[in-house]
């Protein structure tokens, strides 16, 4: 199993995983040409792209999606409202709307050549926002991204994954005193917003064992946060546990970190 991040945060969203023969696109928040560039320098060619699966409908997770799904023939996958909101950006007659796409409800299972697949709802201002648990056989990562606040469902995927993807999106005194106009601070701190560092360090403290883990801070804000502070924030709460099997990385705005199984095995 490989993921890659394609990119991360307000300006884009996109991460790869593969296994074997089968490479899902998880969000597409970049424009087709930066798209399909990153997936080259990712080693991946964007015609081998099985499927793109979508967490919600915004901007920065969709961009892309429907003029790769054309270009590429590759099938949308989401839960039918994410789908619906995603096909009111093109018009009337638009080859776009000949795409492939497979509704797939929040909290279902299914498969998609090597990998199974699982949804579970967030909360976030969208139709129908979800993490995904993802996995073959012998590993699993868990994506969250854009979740106004934890819970026990969220949680308890998390804690299943050796390889953790979880938003850290603003320091919040930083927000609060930032250059923000207070309705975006309100929606961002908000219940269906985004979360802080300090929740997403609380998260990861609450989830993790003695076992190896390997954790990617996602969706950091250029404006309310820096990879610094999100960094401090996880590693003081790793310290209190004394983990010493867990790698902790910043996923930035563009090409970022990269996960191998095999690399892992082979280290072992």
Not at 219 to 247: D, F, I, M, Y
Request: net charge neutral; aromatic share 4%.
């Amino acid at each position: 199993m490989r993921v890659v991040s394609l990119a991360s945060g307000s300006s884009g969203n996109a991460t790869i995983v593969e296994a074997g023969e089968t490479t899902l696109l998880i969000d597409a928040g970049l424009n087709v040409r930066v798209l399909a560039k990153r997936l080259r320098e990712a080693g991946c060619d964007p015609a081998r792209v099985t499927g793109i699966v979508l967490t919600h409908e915004h901007s920065d997770h969709t961009t892309g999606a429907l003029q790769l799904a054309w270009q590429y023939d590759i099938p949308i996958m989401a839960d039918a409202k994410t789908l619906a909101a995603l096909m009111t950006t093109i018009t009337d007659g638009d080859a776009l709307a000949g795409v492939t796409r497979e509704a797939h409800p929040v909290g279902s299972n299914w498969r998609v050549g090597n990998l199974s697949l699982t949804s579970f709802p967030i909360p976030h201002d969208a139709v129908a926002p979800c993490g995904y648990l993802i996995a073959t056989d012998a590993w699993r990562i868990c994506y969250v991204t854009d979740c106004g606040v934890m819970n026990d469902t969220i949680l308890a995927q998390l804690r299943q994954a050796q390889l953790i993807i979880l938003e850290a999106n603003h320091d919040r005194d930083r927000l609060v005193r930032g250059p923000y106009p207070q309705h975006l601070k309100r929606r961002i701190l908000s219940p269906q917003g985004h979360l802080a560092n300090n929740e997403a360090a609380e998260a990861i403290h609450y989830c993790l064992d003695d076992g190896p883990r390997w954790i990617w801070l996602a969706h950091l804000s250029r404006t309310n946060n820096t990879p610094a502070l999100a960094r401090a924030a996880v590693e003081k709460r790793l310290g209190e546990r004394r983990l010493r099997s867990t790698r902790l990385a910043v996923m930035p705005p563009d090409l970022g970190p990269t996960w191998d199984s095999q690399a892992i095995f082979a280290e072992r």
